[in-house]
């Protein structure tokens, strides 16, 4: 239940900005920026698109949000290119996989931040989905 209440909240776009996208606010500056990215951690929404760029933030806790239910949900979802796309480590990966498929070229999925940061987590997050994308049907 925790998890399908966060995963809908995911879903849902941000109600102030209304979007997952911080690229498409009227105002991108380092204060609306930090602003939405703090609001959306303070509701347990840890992943926020600027662009094409990933942000996470690290709960520093375990989330309801990486489940097997959520790996399917992203497996079985056509990745979107619009704001709607629901910001989250899976839809990167799936994106990278379904890029393989279809270019037959390599994909780079570049994880950085400081010490502490979740990097290590978010490439086991990455790979496992990545692992889940590449089953059979």
């Known amino acids: 239940e925790n998890c ?4 809908t909240a995911m879903a849902q776009p941000y109600t ?3 979007t997952h996208n911080l690229a498409e606010i ?3 500056d380092e204060h609306s920026l930090l602003t939405a990215i703090r609001d959306r951690y303070e ?3 840890i992943y926020t698109y600027v662009g094409e760029i990933l942000i996470a933030t690290n709960p520093f806790r375990p989330l309801p949000i990486y489940g097997h239910s959520a790996m399917l949900s992203f497996k079985h979802t056509a990745a979107r290119t619009d704001s709607n796309e629901v910001p989250h480590i899976f ?3 799936r994106r990278a996989y379904e890029s393989l498929l279809t ?3 390599d994909q780079v999925c570049i994880i950085s931040g400081e010490s502490g940061a979740g990097k290590t ?3 086991k997050f990455l ?3 990545l692992m889940e994308m590449s089953k059979s049907p």
């Open 4 to 7: 399908q209440t966060l995963m």
């Open 16 to 18: 102030t900005l209304q």
């Open 26 to 28: 009227s105002v991108l």
């Open 43 to 45: 509701s347990d929404l």
């Open 91 to 93: 839809a990167v990966s």
């Open 103 to 105: 270019t037959q070229r």
């Open 121 to 123: 987590e978010s490439c």
């Open 127 to 129: 790979l496992r989905q």
